[in-house]
């Protein structure tokens, strides 16, 4: 709808120029936007006052003569000029009524768009160090990351989502450390504890996994030895089990991009990506020495500081594992948009990767999307404390007591640069107060609606029979209430809330959106009676029924979120 009245308004003015009623050496942008009252309209340009200067006319004068050439337009209902010489615009019944006609042909692909280009995204997140269970924090990125994919899809990228397994590294040989000892504490063996070790007690059960298969065998190998088959083994664990939890929320990875493969030799045995990258930057110009390290020159591209890649010891730092996998991204495998989701305690990372990837020739095409905190409660006392095991409420804890659906919806409802207060006891509670339970039970509703149309009040799928019950010729200038038309303003949004929240980067919009088009159906049930003794009405509102249904479906699945059909 946005781009038929950009369209509308772009053809009044060309229309005016042709016919010498307005002179101008540059034609102005065309802007549209909704006024924020509906009694302005449905639409509304400054399009005149743009244009005003150039056609040395006053706006007014100029809003006249556009709107001259859009009054009797079929789409347009009336034109109206306010203010210093905004033009206003409302719709026509026949052009709300026509978003029931698209929603139903178009289906899973209505709202669709080309933004993208057919560019390829990839998006990379949730990305947890593999020596430990994920926190809430992981959860949000989850769904943040996923839904963004999703949305991103919908507007014509092709994308990849991407875990970057942080496997190599100081974190690693600790993790090693720690169940190495926890499993000579289970063989009945003196040790002690490394001061910097994991406490958790999922280190105790991932020792008590290797002593169960392989037995007591490891306590009498060298600590070198056994740190090193344990570090295997342990993180196959952890990465397993990562997998099997972000599955259950219905997030699954492209790529699972190990961090050691940066250090590796190159697929033909030449020098590992660190080193390409490095070199990468020093045919820029960007890459000095001093004081025996290597540095790379970051305050060139606005960084408080130069940063060191590899220490004097010949050590690389992490920065330089991270450049090098930027420059795989971009080099290796041709990204045109490279999405990165980070927790709050990165935001002081930002800077410098942004000069990373400008100085490997790819300015702009790298985002970095932070991630803030979330903080649990339950009845209005925060949880910091699992019942269950006296320690931090993990995701996979979270997910086990709310479920997927309410998980993901409630990590979605805020924007990312605000931190997330998750009511526990909201999202498991069944009434209009919980917003993911009033999103899906107006879905449920529907259904319901058509299986009682049908006379099919046990059919496992309600599609079938809406396409049975609903024509496409049904009469829909038989539909012209208040309610009606209000369902249709709603619907007709849609396509321009995907675009907006894909280029904000902000799945949030989604959420509060599918609120609104729920609220805008009970509000049309309540006053319209769908199935009635009018069966040319019924038809009607029938069809107005599963455009929603389909709306509402297509919105909850952008979410990753289900639609069920009963509840």
């Known amino acids: 709808m946005q781009h038929l009245i950009k369209s509308l308004v772009s053809d009044a003015l060309d229309a005016a120029l042709d016919a010498g009623e307005l002179t101008l050496v540059e034609r102005p942008e065309i802007t549209i936007e909704r006024p924020r009252e509906l009694s ?100 949000r990125w989850a769904a943040l990351g996923d839904s963004l994919a999703r949305l991103l899809g919908h507007v014509g990228y092709r994308v990849e989502r991407e875990f970057y397994v942080n496997d190599q590294g100081v974190q690693m040989d600790v993790f090693a450390e720690s169940v190495a000892a926890r499993y000579l504490e289970l063989c009945d063996r003196e040790v002690e504890f490394p001061e910097s070790g994991y406490r958790g007690a999922y280190i105790t059960d991932i020792a008590r996994e290797i002593l169960a298969d392989e037995g007591e065998s490891w306590a009498d190998t060298s600590a070198a030895e056994r740190e090193s088959h344990f570090k295997e083994k342990a993180y196959a664990q952890v990465l397993a089990h990562l997998k099997h939890v972000l599955s ?24 590992s990506a660190i080193v390409r990258a490095i070199a990468r930057l020093r045919e820029t110009g960007y890459i000095f020495e001093e004081e025996g390290a290597t540095w790379f020159r970051s305050t060139d591209f606005g960084d408080d500081k130069d940063r060191v890649l590899q220490k004097a010891d010949g050590d690389y730092t992490y920065f330089a594992a991270d450049i090098a996998y930027h420059w795989d991204k ?68 979270l997910l086990d007591e709310v479920g997927p659906d309410a998980a993901r919806y409630f990590f979605l409802r805020r924007s990312t640069d605000q931190a997330l207060d998750f009511d526990i006891a909201l999202a498991k509670e069944q009434s209009s107060d919980n917003p993911v339970y009033y999103v899906q039970y107006a879905h449920a509703r529907i259904c ?17 029979l809406a396409a049975a019950l609903v024509l496409a010729d049904v009469d829909l200038a038989l539909l012209g209430h208040d309610a009606e038309l209000a369902l249709f303003r709603k619907l007709a949004e849609f396509g321009e809330v995907v675009e907006i929240a894909a280029t904000q980067r ?51 699945a952008l979410l990753g979120v289900s639609a069920p059909q009963r509840m």
């Open 40 to 139: 302005h309209g449905d639409w509304a340009t400054n399009v005149a006052m743009r244009a005003a200067k150039g056609a040395g006319m006053p706006p007014r004068q100029v809003a006249e003569v556009i709107s001259a050439r859009m009054t009797g337009h079929p789409d347009v209902a009336a034109v109206e000029i306010a203010g210093p010489g905004f033009i206003n615009i409302r719709l026509s019944a026949a052009a709300l009524q026509r978003v029931i006609v698209s929603a139903r042909e178009q289906r899973a692909d209505f709202g669709r768009s080309d933004l993208g280009g057919g560019k390829r995204a990839q998006v990379e997140f949730v990305s947890a160090n593999p020596v430990g269970p994920m926190h809430v924090g992981h959860g």
């Open 248 to 271: 259950g929320m219905g997030v699954e990875f492209d790529v699972w991009f190990s961090e050691r493969t940066l250090h590796a030799p190159g697929a033909d045995g030449g020098p």
């Open 330 to 397: 971009f080099e290796i495998r041709g990204f045109d948009l490279v999405i990165d989701i980070w927790g709050a305690d990165h935001h002081g990372y930002v800077k410098r990767m942004e000069a990373a990837a400008a100085a490997l020739g790819h300015p702009g095409k790298l985002e970095l999307v932070i991630g803030q905190l979330v903080n649990l409660f339950r009845n209005g006392e925060v949880v910091r404390m699992s019942k269950r095991t006296g320690e931090m409420v993990t995701f996979e804890d």
């Open 448 to 464: 319901s609606i058509l299986r009682k149309a049908a006379v099919q009040p046990d059919a496992d799928d309600v599609a079938p």
């Open 506 to 556: 902000a799945p949030h919009k989604l959420t509060r959106y599918a609120e609104e088009l729920a609220a805008s159906f009970h509000q049309f049930y309540t006053v319209c009676h769908v199935i009635g003794d009018d069966p040319a009405l019924t038809a009607a509102r029938l069809a107005v029924v599963d455009a929603t249904r389909i709306v509402l479906e297509l919105v909850l």
